[in-house]
């Protein structure tokens, strides 16, 4: 079965700094990886996916996420936080089922 | 398109009574997913039908939980009799396939508090 963990339960950032959270999976084979967010009061929105390919994934709002399989990770970046990124980012796998992360909670200040 | 449309937004009962949600996936959409977002237990799938089959209910907590998609445009998930620990935002998603690979568009969720 596969897992996954996110180890941050909160991040906060300053706006215009960089952005990691960190997202680590189990799964026996190479998985299907998702990052989405979701701002409040909302339904979850994909910002990118890996299948297979180019280890470095571009997403929509100038994020992007590293598959590294060595380190069962993939995490997420961004190189400068705007305001509008506060949100709660959820990372998943899917195995054999999509299972998510408890999910890390961004805020910026200003 | 609207997108995947959830009602009601916010649900306050009693114990004890009966509780329907309702969603309404995408056009086109041949896969829809129920999920429970609680502070303790996170994301849950609770059952997904593809083709308005349910494929995987192995998530339903209990008997007192049911969901039905009697058509392609509609599912409900239904929670008889309501119990305070079945307080949660329940989110219906819809996708293309299924397959769980590809992405999954949810709806705003409904706030559920029983009292």
């Known amino acids: 079965a596969q897992s996954v963990t996110q180890p941050d339960i909160h991040i906060t950032v300053s706006e215009g700094a960089s952005l990691e959270l960190r997202c680590n999976y189990s799964?026996?084979?190479?998985?299907?990886l998702f990052w989405y967010v979701q701002s409040p009061g909302q339904g979850l929105q994909l910002l990118l996916k890996y299948f297979s390919g180019d280890t470095l994934v571009q997403g929509i709002k100038g994020f992007e996420a590293e598959f590294k399989r060595s380190q069962s990770s993939f995490n997420l970046r961004k190189p400068s936080v705007h305001w509008s990124d506060a949100a709660e980012y959820f990372c998943a796998v899917y195995g054999n089922k999509l299972v998510f992360g408890a999910g890390t909670i961004l805020r910026v200040k200003s | 398109d609207a997108g995947v449309i959830q009602s009601p937004r916010h649900e306050v009962t009693e114990m004890g009574q009966e509780v329907t949600l309702r969603c309404k996936p995408i056009s086109g959409h041949n896969s829809l997913f129920w999920y429970r977002q609680t502070m303790m237990r996170g994301l849950e799938l609770l059952i997904y039908?593809?083709?308005?089959?349910?494929?995987?209910d192995s998530g339903m907590p209990e008997d007192r939980f049911s969901a039905k998609m009697p058509n392609a445009s509609f599912s409900t998930l239904k929670i008889q009799p309501s119990e305070p620990r079945d307080s949660a935002v329940y989110f219906c998603?819809?996708?293309?396939?299924?397959?769980?690979?590809?992405?999954?568009?949810f709806g705003s969720g409904t706030q559920l508090s029983v009292l």
């Open positions: 998603a819809s996708s293309l396939t299924g397959t769980g690979r590809e992405k999954l568009f």
């Open positions: 799964y026996g084979a190479t998985p299907y």
């Open positions: 039908f593809n083709n308005n089959v349910p494929i995987d």
